[in-house]
């Protein structure tokens, strides 16, 4: 069964950076799309970013720069690198999963917690 799973969540300060961490199990890595979405507080849910099976990277455009996804294919794992982190970047960063072909297989984790505070 698939197990998507956030961790690095953590309180900043404005200016910091921050790595989250997806570790992912009972899926055949290699075969999966991996994206980040963030939700903040009394907001929809917001596309962060993409690393394709095939290592291509896409950003929202208005993170272009300062977030960063790649992905440990030795270990499972899918990482997002958060640089000049601002007040409203905080939110619960979700990782997900999906087949690259078989789109209807897609798997979430639960999310883990970002604060930004001055």
């Known amino acids: 069964q698939a197990q998507v799973l956030e961790s690095g969540g953590d309180s900043v300060q404005i200016g910091g950076s921050l790595d989250l961490s997806c570790a992912i199990s009972g899926i055949i890595f290699s075969n999966y799309d991996f994206a980040w979405y963030r939700r903040a507080p009394g907001k929809e849910r917001e596309w962060v970013a993409t690393i394709a099976r095939s290592g291509e990277r896409t950003y929202a455009e208005s993170l272009k720069g300062r977030f960063a996804i790649s992905k440990d294919t030795g270990r499972n794992r899918v990482i997002l690198r958060m640089n000049n982190l601002r007040a409203d970047d905080a939110a619960v960063y979700f990782c997900?999963?999906?087949?690259?072909?078989?789109?209807?297989?897609?798997?979430w984790g639960p999310g883990t917690q970002v604060t930004v505070s001055s």
């Open positions: 997900n999963a999906v087949h690259h072909t078989i789109r209807s297989a897609s798997y």
